[in-house]
């Protein structure tokens, strides 16, 4: 539980802030708490939990005055790494990581999971594969026993832009379900990554998928930059509960 994190009580938590937020905020700090030490290169991933696990980085350097280096996995990672006062580096100066922390959208129980709400995936997945160690933080909704049982989106699929639609009809005659070219926020247009691409939200028919051959499947597909399907690839999971307990699998 978070009773005994120094400067964040309970009390303050459950009067403050709604369950999903106390249930983010939980898992970032405590796997901040049990996965950061001094002289770490760290993976900083993207969404709105690993704002809470920044935010207990920078004060975990400032209390006991680490030397981390940080690895954005976004244009938003970077932005958190410099708000934060921390030492901002990347691929080229330290291709090696001891530590990637990320959200997921989804984990299932073979620890499967469905990353890119965000439109961040290949960055992020780029960061995790470069690290000794992947660790998951994420609310309680993300703890599921199938992939969209709880995340309904769908697979995020970053594409070239001028082959999306393509895309779209070859992973339809192959799996079925249905495709989304995700827009911006105003609807001005597509969404546009990092990286300059576009991504396709595939929601995929339920049943018992074999995750790893659909992944390497679509990445056989030209235009497909890379899928928001990981796999094989998280070393241990956080679930923040509503009640700030974590539930943690490895
Ligand atoms: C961004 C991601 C995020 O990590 C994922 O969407 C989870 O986000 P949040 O922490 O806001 O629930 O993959 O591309």
Known sequence: TLHNIKGCSFKYFSTEMDSIKLGKKS???IAVDENIQDN???GI??????????????QKVKEEKLKLVCIPTSFQARQLIL???LTLSDLERNPELDVALDGADEVDSRFNLIKGGGGCLTQEKIVASCSK???VIADFRKDSQV????????IPIEVIPMAYKPIMRKIKTLYGGSLELRMARAKAGPLITDNGNFIIDWKFESGDHDWKKVNT?????PGIVETGLFINMANKAYFGMQDGTIKVRE
Do not use: P
């Open 45 to 58: 991933g993207s969404g709105s939990t690993i704002v809470y696990a920044a935010e207990r980085i920078a």
């Open 217 to 221: 499947e679509l990445l056989m597909i």
């Open 40 to 42: 770490q290169v760290i």
């Open 147 to 154: 992939l969209g049982e709880h995340y309904t989106r769908g």
């Open 83 to 85: 708000d934060n006062g």
């Open 133 to 135: 160690k992947f660790i």
């Open 27 to 29: 898992a970032a700090y």
